[in-house]
């Protein structure tokens, strides 16, 4: 059975903050205390502190909008008009180093992007971070940690045990159904907060690169 490799995007795939520090100016911009709520975000990103809830900067606007009781519907509104505002940040996102070179190995492996995001300008953004020939699998509105399981089903994943692994940077959204599923989970654990089981922890998916090369390997054989 061909094995597969299932990868996050934001903080995984596309590292930078500029994407959700949009999204937060978005989300408060109505808000009187904004620009405190924008601070309160960044000492978040820069240690990982503050919002003990949050796992990403993604649920740190989430947790902070709910303290300002912003509906939901306008959170969903500030989502999509960052993602629709690409043009805005594209600029400051880049893909890890060496990670287009990692993923053209595996080319023995389905390498399938699995994200919440939604498909309006994402084939733009993979494009920039120089990976659109190199994912043999794009999944958008994936509803993790909810609708993984359902994401993996459209993906037409097949593969359990060690043939399956998974890559990204929250346990319970990128990993947990992996893990029930018997597979290989690489967390990047970017402020170390030890969430999980994983088979591989790091702060940074670079120091991913040999256990995952391991892993692809030993399908090989």
Request: charged letters at 25%; aromatic letters at 4%; a negative charge.
């Amino acid at each position: 059975m061909r094995g597969a490799l299932i990868l996050d995007f934001d903080g995984t795939l596309c590292v930078g903050d500029a994407p959700v520090r949009e999204y937060a100016r978005h989300a408060f911009t109505n808000v009187p205390d904004g620009a405190a709520r924008l601070s309160r975000l960044d000492d978040f990103l820069a240690h990982g502190a503050g919002l003990d809830a949050a796992r990403d900067g993604y649920q740190a606007v989430a947790a902070l909008a709910r303290e300002a009781v912003v509906p939901r519907a306008a959170l969903h509104e500030a989502f999509q008009r960052s993602r629709a505002d690409i043009a805005s940040w594209i600029g400051e996102v880049r893909a890890p180093e060496g990670m287009r070179a990692l993923l053209a190995e595996l080319d023995h492996v389905s390498r399938i992007l699995i994200t919440n995001s939604p498909a309006g300008g994402l084939d733009q953004v993979i494009e920039g971070l120089g990976l659109s020939d190199v994912l043999d699998q794009v999944v958008t509105d994936a509803r993790k940690p909810e609708g993984m399981s359902a994401a993996l089903d459209r993906a037409g994943v097949l593969a359990s045990g060690h043939a399956l692994a998974s890559l990204g940077d929250i346990w319970e959204n990128d990993h947990a159904e992996i893990q029930a599923r018997g597979g290989v989970t690489f967390l990047i654990d970017r402020h170390r907060r030890g969430d999980g089981a994983p088979t591989r922890r790091a702060a940074t998916a670079e120091e991913l690169y040999p256990a995952i090369r391991d892993w692809a390997d030993a399908l090989s054989m």
